[in-house]
Each structure stands twice: as C-alpha cells, then as structure tokens.
C-alpha cells in the first residue's frame, strides 16, 4: 500500500508541474490568451496594438499604443508574437487590430512574385493584396530594409554615394546571409541593373564585423540596423530600386481603421528613416525600454 | 520519394556546380576542414592519451575532460570562437571548434587502448627485460591500435557531420548549402547537400573499418582466428 501512496503522490507531483508548465507555455503565448475573451469584438474603444518579436518592431509599436492612449483610446498589449506566419492569422481574425509592418516585406508574405520595387508602387499593390478585413494607414518615410553598405572610409577614398558608383571597382567582395547569393538583389542583380561584379562571400551573423574588417567590400545590412551609424557605415543610394522597398506601414483592422487612423497617420509622418536608426540606437546602445523610448519620442515630435 | 529524386538531380545539376561556391570546392573544404581538424586533435590527444594510458597517471582527468567535452555545444562554440578570434580568421576558429570536438573521442581511444593491454602481456614484456619506453612502444601501442583507430575513427564520423557549421559563418564545406537552403526554401539543395555530408561519412566510416582491422598485430589476429 506504501507504494501506492508513493506513487499517487508523484504522479500528482508530476500533474502539478505539468500544469504550472502549461500555465506558463499559455501566458507566453499571447495568442493562446486572446481566445477567451477575444471571440466577440471588443469594445470599440479597445484597441488591440501587437508587434513582431523584433526589439524595432515593438518600439514602433508602443509608439502607436501611447499615441493611442494619449488620445483616449484603451489601448491592450500584445508584443513579441513572433514573426509574420505566427501573427498574420490573429490579424485577419481581428484579434490584434493595429500592428506595425513593412510594405516590401507584407507584400512578398500576400505576392511573392511581385516586381514592384519603388515604395509607392510597393504600397500601391500592397493595398490591393490585402485580405478585406485588413488596411494599411499611410506609410511612413521611414525604412527598414535590405540595403548595400560600405565603410566611411572606403566611401570616401572612392567616391562612392550610390550604388552604381562601384562599377568599375576591381575586385569587389559582397557579404551577406547565405541566401542573398540567390536574392533577386544579390550579385546577379547587381550586375543587370547596376553593372556592378562581385564575388559573394557568406557572412552569416557576422556581416557588419566582416565589412569592418575589410573581409568584404560590400555588406548586405537592415538600413535601420544602429551598427551603420556606431560602425560609422555608409548606405549606398539604390535610384534604380534595386531593393524592394520596404517602409514602415501600420496595419490595421479595417473596423478600426477611420477610428484610428487621425492619431496614427501623424505618427508615420514623423517618423523618418534617421528617426528610426535613432530609436533602434536607443534601444541597443543605451539598454532603454521601449516605454521611455516612446514617451520621448512622442513628446519631442509633440505628439503626446 | 519526389523530394529524394530532385536533391539528387541537384547534386549532379550545372546549378551546384556553379554559383560561389562550386559543389567540388564544397566537398574539397569540407574534407580539409575533416581532415586537418583530426589530425592536430591527434597530435594532442595521441600522445596525452598513451601517456595517460602507460602511467596511470591523469586518468581521471582525462576521463573527466573526454566526457565533458561531449556535452559542449558545437554550434554556440564555433561562433564564439568567430567572435573570440576576429572576422578574419573565420578559418582558424572554425577548426579550433573542430579539434577540440575531436579530441575527447580520440583521447579515450588512446588511453583504453594502451590501458587495455593486459596487465600478463605488460609484466611478460618487463620481465623480458624490456624498459618503459620499450613496453610502450612495441607492446602497448600495437595492441592497443585498434581501440586507438576506432577513436579516430568516430571522432572523424563526428567532426564531418559538425563541418556543417562552418556554413554558417563563411562560404565553406557542404553546410553552406543547407544554411542558404533554408532561408530560400530550396529543399532540394539541403537533402542534396545531407545526402552529399551522408556518403562522405559513409565512405569514410569504411575506410576507418578497414583500417581497423588491418592495424591487429599478426600474433592477435592469428590467435583470434585459432579461437
């Protein structure tokens, strides 16, 4: 009978652990949370703001919901839901109705084989591609998107400002993740559209530190990535629209789009390219919250 | 089965020949980085391992050190010799990682082998009149070859399989394959390249089988084969 009890008191000991493990897994889940209460459309005041689990994203994001809440809106946070698969669905549902994106990027996810490349042609399609129950608020100027970077130093001993300076260079290196040598903007596209020659180097995780090196020329880096102004980088100019554009966009429900869309349309005006190198620094250089980050920022544009 | 025919088409297709880097340059480096890996652990841990084995001395510390080292993470330690070591000596970290991934399994080989020996044969070698080093080197490490190759052997297995990380961060060894494949989706090229990684392992697994059994002295084998 000892055993028994033995036994009973480990496999409730087991139940019990396994419990406080699934309570967890359900609290990191914001997803799995909004099931309950979510099913009938929240009151029209609430607003459900998420992002991507992506530290920019999520600034940008809270940027959004302290607009909100500054201008009576109750505002609920759903941050970090992963990335576009994971969160795309609860969008569509209307369980998160305003969350932050990218034009180039949305697009590719609804048309993967758009030509579009210029940011009003890629807005352009967007709006069109987009599920019915979705819209996107104005874009802002501001970008977070591939681009071709080289070292201050470099730029300058060759004149460089735009892309298609380096035509001509001898010997160039390009570094980047291992899927850019494939990209429709990788080496061979450098070469039809620019007449740039390079050879591609796989820099994996280590493509700012390897352009700083000198391990190559040419660095393929996220153009609000805080290392182009830390490592004192310089964006090549892209005038022929190499890179598909990419700029940051609210998407929202569209039940809530005219509600919202007078407090969150000033937001993206303000919000420039600088700007948001600007916030990324702040949040990787100098360790703050995204809260703080979003309150200075709203008050310095004098939003809040 | 539609997904097995297509990698190995892209095995033998003009697009893995070509692009930065050239399938036969992939196997080349990949080799090389094997190769090169396994024998710097050997220089090390051979001679450690006999030492250990002979005298008794540092066993546990070797037992200990073999067992832990099983247990490091190959991926996080590549990359934290990238960065411990500079962008630019991406070659030098990356085998570093690899030796010391292949030095454990060849340890052991090297110190079971001569401790293996059995203690008869050892004392029947003193008593002849043989010294230390004598008894070393023409009892010790003949006899214990084969446990000696059969470490090199699977330390071999396991840094070919792990040179799969270099692609992560350079344009080396099969792993690059799989590291673009996954990011564009082109399943084809990432079973082709495993499938490419699986054949060489093979192959080099049956080398090392052969070898194994070639190394037995004359005398062991002929008296296995009387049993």
């Known amino acids: 009978m000892r055993t028994t009890r033995r036994t009973t008191a480990l496999v409730a000991g087991a139940a019990a652990a396994l419990l406080t493990l699934t309570a967890c897994g359900g609290d990191s889940d914001p997803l799995e949370q909004d099931t309950g209460d979510g099913g009938e459309e929240t009151s029209s005041d609430t607003i459900v703001v998420g992002s991507q689990a992506y530290y920019s994203n999520e600034i940008i994001a809270e940027i959004y919901a302290q607009a909100l809440e500054a201008d009576g809106f109750t505002v609920e946070r759903n941050y970090s839901i992963g990335q576009r698969d994971a969160y795309m669905p609860a969008l569509e549902a209307g369980e998160v109705q305003v969350f932050p994106e990218y034009t180039g990027n949305l697009l590719q996810y609804y048309d993967p084989e758009t030509t579009a490349t210029s940011a009003d042609d890629v807005y352009a399609e967007l709006a069109d591609a987009l599920p019915e129950s979705l819209t996107v608020l104005d874009q802002s100027p501001a970008t977070d998107q591939d681009s071709y970077n080289v070292t201050a130093a470099f730029a300058e001993a060759e004149g460089l400002t735009s892309i298609g300076d380096l035509a001509g260079l001898d010997d160039l290196t390009l570094g980047g993740p291992a899927e850019l040598e494939e990209r429709p903007y990788g080496p061979q596209g450098l070469s039809e559209v620019y007449d740039v020659d390079v050879a591609f180097e796989a820099t994996g995780d280590t493509t700012v530190q390897d352009l700083v090196a000198g391990t190559v020329d040419v660095a393929n880096v996220f153009s609000a990535d805080p290392r182009i102004q830390t490592e004192d980088l310089v964006t090549l100019e892209d005038p022929e629209g190499l890179f598909l554009a990419s700029n940051v966009v609210p998407l929202v429900s569209t039940d809530v789009a005219d509600q919202v869309a007078d407090v969150i349309n000033p937001v993206s005006a303000a919000l420039t390219p600088e700007g948001l190198v600007d916030l990324n620094v702040q949040s990787t250089e100098e360790q703050r919250s995204s809260e703080d980050i979003a309150a200075d920022w709203l008050s310095e544009n004098g939003l809040a | ?227």
């Open chain 2, 1 to 227: 089965m539609d997904l097995f025919a297509d990698a190995i088409a892209w095995i033998f297709s003009p697009e893995a020949q070509s692009g930065s880097l050239p399938l036969s340059e992939a196997i080349w480096t990949h080799l090389a980085f094997t190769f090169v890996s396994v024998l710097i652990a050997a220089a090390v841990a051979v001679p450690a391992g006999w030492l250990v084995g002979h005298t008794g001395r540092g066993r546990e510390a070797a037992v200990a050190l073999s067992g832990a080292a099983r247990a490091v993470p190959s991926f996080g330690l590549v990359l934290l010799l990238v960065l411990v070591f500079g962008v630019t000596h991406k070659v030098g970290a990356s085998t570093t990682a690899f030796v010391l991934l292949a030095i454990p399994p060849i340890l052991a080989g090297a110190y079971s082998g001569v401790e293996a020996v059995e203690r008869r044969v050892v004392d029947g070698a003193r008593a002849v009149g043989m010294t230390s080093r004598q008894v070393l080197g023409k009892v010790e490490i003949p006899l214990g070859l084969p446990l000696l190759i059969g470490g090199l052997r699977s330390a071999t297995l396991q840094v070919v399989a792990t040179v799969t990380l270099a692609g992560y961060v350079g344009s080396w060894g099969l792993g690059f394959y799989i590291v673009q494949g996954i990011q564009i989706r082109d399943f084809a090229q990432i079973l082709g390249a495993a499938l490419v990684i699986v054949v060489l392992a093979v192959v080099l697994d049956l080398l090392f089988a052969l070898l194994e059994r070639a190394v037995v002295p004359h005398g062991v084998a002929a008296r296995r084969s009387a049993d």
